[in-house]
């Protein structure tokens, strides 16, 4: 909605605000104030655009996530780093229900930039493994599978790197 810039001005200004109210002794407004700039200072790391993507994607809703996603027109001017590895990660993920050689491109560079949860970064590079055994890459999709397996602490991918091993052995 907001460039991140943008978002760091509206926090300043509204702390400018409420340390005037606390000259003035209105402490109860000044204490809004500074938790209101708390709601632009989270949206600076976590932007609003890619939140609503990740609940239409819980929904298994991929034409509204892509929705909400391409509202963010410019996303290395709009986002940190690790917004856009989030924002090439769910346009992988939707791109891979059609073509994954264009999904591939954006795992590689969620990859690169970062994701923040090694949920995620294990989903990622699973969704390589895949893409790479589709192109007959045994031996990258094997080192990705083995990354995807200690990232996943949790055992959710286990079932799926189980079966990507077995589909594995028999190419």
Excluded: C
Excluded at 10 to 17: G, H
Excluded at 29 to 56: H, P
């Amino acid at each position: 909605m907001f460039n991140k810039n943008i978002k760091l001005v509206i926090t300043a200004i509204i702390v400018a605000y409420a340390i005037y109210q606390f000259t003035r002794n209105e402490i109860l407004t000044g204490i809004f104030l500074i938790l209101f700039s708390g709601i632009f200072i989270f949206l600076y790391f976590k932007n609003e655009m890619i939140l609503l993507a990740f609940n239409r994607l819980r929904k298994q809703d991929f034409p509204g996530a892509k929705k909400w996603l391409d509202k963010i027109t410019d996303p290395e001017a709009a986002l940190v780093q690790k917004q856009q590895g989030y924002y090439n990660y769910l346009h992988g993920l939707m791109i891979s229900q059609e073509n994954m050689t264009k999904a591939e491109k954006y795992f590689k560079k969620a990859i690169a930039l970062g994701l923040n949860m090694d949920q995620d970064l294990a989903v990622a590079k699973l969704n390589l493994a895949g893409i790479s055994m589709m192109k007959r890459r045994k031996r990258e999709a094997t080192a990705l599978l083995s990354e995807a397996k200690k990232l996943d602490k949790q055992g959710m991918l286990a079932d799926q790197i189980k079966m990507m091993k077995q589909q594995m052995k028999k190419i």
